[in-house]
T-cell receptor, first 111, second 109 residues
């Protein structure tokens, strides 16, 4: 089954404690992307990757890092999380047909 | 700059048609999407359209694209209570994908 898998789905952490949200897709897609969703703001793009070893900033990259060492994985790294990064995070991948698949979301709370 | 605008709320009577509208600014968009999000759930892709198409129909859903006016609409025929959700419009260029803030569709009995 074609899917985008994120982990963890839920996480409560404290300010400053580094964390990684993993994202994996099984569709051999070149394009992957991370979004955060906040009430009233829709989805905002954090980072995207056009292919392996190619990443670029989206609209709200501050406080986040990503890596794309292999095609299927695109982890989101918060080196020093802060409360304003409390949000719902979505990973997505897109293939050549244009269809954009989303993961189920990761709800992060930073205390 | 890049932007997508949608109205925040829409209320329709059960059985009527719902039309959710969206305008965007980027003329280089390649694909345009409609997503549905129910409370506490993820994003469900309803349909998408390539930018060289004018219309796409899929069962109760009809997407209309007016490229000249940069206007996209989603029509849901015979709206049911299960259609109650937030609907997001989005467009993609080669690199970025920009979302609107979502339209909350509520259904009246």
């Amino acid at each position: 089954e074609a899917q985008v898998t994120q982990n963890p789905r839920y996480l409560i952490t404290v300010t400053g404690k580094k964390l990684t949200v993993t994202c994996s897709q099984n569709m051999n897609h070149e394009y992957m992307s991370w979004y955060r969703q906040d009430p009233g703001l829709g989805l905002r793009q954090i980072y995207y990757s056009m292919n392996v070893e190619v990443t670029d900033k989206g609209d709200v990259p501050e406080g986040y890092k990503v890596s794309r060492k292999e095609k299927r994985n695109f982890p989101l790294i918060l080196e020093s999380p802060s409360p304003n990064q409390t949000s719902l995070y979505f990973c997505a991948s897109r293939g050549n047909t244009g269809e954009l698949f989303f993961g189920e979301g990761s709800r992060l709370t930073v205390l | 700059g890049e932007d997508v605008e949608q109205s925040l709320f829409l209320s329709v009577r059960e059985g009527d048609s719902s039309v959710i509208n969206c305008t965007y600014t980027d003329s280089s968009s390649t694909y345009l999407y409609w997503y549905k999000q129910e409370p506490g759930a993820g994003l469900q892709l309803l349909t998408y359209i390539f930018s060289n198409m004018d219309m796409k129909q899929d069962q109760r859903l009809t997407v209309l694209l007016n490229k000249k006016d940069k206007h996209l609409s989603l029509r849901i025929a015979d709206t049911q209570t299960g259609d109650s959700a937030i609907y997001f419009c989005a467009y993609s260029s080669a690199s970025k994908i920009i979302f609107g803030s979502g339209t909350r569709l509520s259904i009246r009995p």
